[in-house]
């Protein structure tokens, strides 16, 4: 079973910045396309950012250039750069995986979340 568990939430001020991390329990971790979405109280749950296993990258419109995903194979580790923060970004974010060279669509595999909260 792939176990993802996200870590580097916190509280944060308006304009600070934060990487989140998440760790990947699978021997195949190259093979996963990996994202980042989130959730705020009373909301949906919006797509943030994902990396593919071909390291292509994809992003949220709302981002705009202020969050950069990236991928460490060796460490099965992806990781979501996140700078010039907003109180609009303050959620539980969430790490997801699904397999990458058969093209699913749906993310199969999601983590626990971690909260991020930015004061004004």
């Known amino acids: 079973q792939v176990q993802l568990v996200e870590s580097g939430g916190g509280l944060v001020q308006a304009g600070d910045s934060l990487r989140l991390s998440c760790v990947v329990s699978?021997?195949?971790?190259?093979?996963?396309?990996m994202g980042w979405f989130r959730q705020a109280p009373g909301k949906e749950r919006e797509f943030v950012a994902s990396?593919?296993?071909?390291?292509?990258?994809y992003y949220g419109d709302f981002v705009k250039g202020r969050f950069t995903i990236s991928r460490d194979n060796p460490q099965n580790t992806v990781y979501l750069q996140m700078n010039s923060l907003k109180p609009e970004d303050t959620a539980v974010y969430y790490c997801a995986a699904k397999d990458g060279p058969t093209g699913v669509i749906k993310w199969d595999y999601w983590g626990q979340g971690t909260q991020v909260t930015v004061s004004s």
């Open positions: 699978t021997d195949t971790f190259s093979r996963y396309d």
């Open positions: 990396i593919r296993w071909s390291r292509y990258t």
